[in-house]
């Protein structure tokens, strides 16, 4: 677990069908996110397929992709593989529903990205859709195809032994290390359906994670919290929260939405200060292309990286009960606490901290002045900054004395601000 608990930060990719369409199906346009178009309008799966001649993904390059996503500062990749609708993203042989066999792209993107992300230390991972799958019969979802009565638990048990153990072989095995593979929605999968497509995944790829979504009566690797949510306590097993820029996961140009890049930050800060790394989504177009919105907020991350990462990667909550505050979040890596600012707060009392504090700084900027306050037989400890004018956000290191030494229980912090 220790690449991914230090990874902090990874992007996650939909794409498919779904994105040549931009959630626009014979002049309509869905109210919802694009990837469930094939379900919301019920379109048929003989006519959802004829999308595959509009996927050119002229504009794909991995390597740009992949240098996208290392100068966003993320670490490590999950890109749909297969999403609902069923259709495959990679060259399969379980039939001709693929990107490689059925769209004029006619490239297998997986294969593609596997070969550059080891040159730009990025970790790959795999989304895959397990439960739901709108092209087959016995798979949960679609029932304006195929009659829900069809859909017996010997259908369903027929589909995990024939496609989803067919696909994962091929992705466990053509794609070189892969690091995570992420499932999702499990819906009606049994316990042991779970545990046996766990060990399927084990005997072939051992050090592959697997997320919580496999089944939610276990947190499997790592615990998958809901989209777009934050923790409101910190996470004890390791854990990762997903969200989007905008709303919609799948491409979808009319869906402007996105949040801001300090926005963003705070997501990441609220996330990795409660001990949960971040996956933001990109949904890239029909032709590869990223939208430029997605394009302005990696490069915001990136350029705040660049200067905060120390905050980041490798970090975790402090020991300190409260993670999250008016002005912003902690998060604390060894000896040093990382206080993220998204407003300035101006004076700064934070509680709890037993050690002596060496000093305090804005990352990349001005010293910060502080004082220490203690009353030792009430196990009461202050520390009070008095926070420069600076931009936000921006990140104060505060250097303690040793390994931080807390009385937990204290507030954490308040302040004027
Ligand atoms: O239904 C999907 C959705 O399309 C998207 O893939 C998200 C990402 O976490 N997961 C499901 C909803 O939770």
């Excluded at 089944?215 to 777009?228: A, E, I, P, T």
């Excluded at 963003?264 to 971040?278: D, E, P, R, W």
């Amino acid at each position: 677990m220790s690449w991914f608990e230090n990874a902090r930060f990874g992007m996650f990719i939909h794409w498919g069908l779904y994105s040549a369409a931009g959630g626009c199906w014979k002049g309509m346009e869905t109210p919802w996110v694009s990837e469930w178009m094939m379900s919301k309008f019920r379109i048929p799966r003989a006519e959802y397929r004829t999308l595959a001649s509009s996927f050119t993904g002229e504009n794909f390059d991995a390597e740009r992709w992949m240098r996208t996503i290392a100068g966003a500062g993320m670490k490590y990749l999950v890109i749909t593989s297969k999403h609902h609708d069923g259709f495959a993203m990679f060259d399969s042989s379980y039939d001709d529903y693929n990107v490689v066999r059925l769209t004029p792209f006619g490239r297998d993107p997986l294969k593609e990205l596997a070969g550059a992300a080891p040159k730009y230390g990025v970790k790959l991972g795999f989304y895959y859709s397990h439960v739901q799958d709108w092209n087959e019969p016995g798979a949960a979802g679609n029932t304006w195809d195929f009659p829900q009565d069809a859909k017996t638990d010997e259908a369903f048990q027929a589909y995990l032994d024939g496609k989803v153990k067919h696909q994962l072989r091929e992705l466990l095995t053509n794609y070189g290390d892969v690091s995570v593979l992420w499932f999702d929605m499990p819906g009606r999968i049994s316990c042991e359906q779970a545990r046996d497509l766990r060990d399927f995944v084990r005997d072939l790829a051992p050090r592959c994670l697997v997320n919580g979504r496999l089944d939610y009566r276990q947190k499997w690797d790592f615990d998958s919290l809901g989209d777009n949510l934050l923790p409101f306590e910190k996470c004890t097993f390791p854990s990762e929260g997903c969200g989007t820029m905008n709303e919609s996961w799948g491409y979808k140009p009319s869906d402007h939405h996105y949040r801001t890049v300090p926005e963003i930050l705070k997501t990441m800060a609220g996330l990795v200060s409660c001990n949960a790394n971040y996956l933001l989504n990109v949904g890239p177009d029909g032709m590869g292309n990223f939208p430029p919105e997605a394009c302005r907020i990696l490069e915001g991350t990136g350029e705040f990286l660049r200067r905060n990462g120390e905050a980041l990667y490798g970090a975790s909550a402090p020991p300190m009960v409260s993670t999250a505050h008016l002005w912003g979040n902690v998060t604390c890596r060894g000896g040093d606490l990382y206080f993220w600012c998204f407003r300035n707060p101006g004076r700064l009392d934070y509680y709890g901290i037993r050690n002596q504090v060496e000093s305090a700084e804005i990352i990349g900027g001005e010293k910060v002045p502080f004082e220490q306050y203690s009353r030792d037989e009430y196990d009461f400890h202050r520390l009070t900054m008095f926070v420069p004018q600076t931009p936000t956000p921006f990140v104060i290191r505060v250097k303690c004395k040793g390994d931080i030494v807390c009385d937990p229980y204290a507030y954490g912090a308040s302040s004027k601000g």
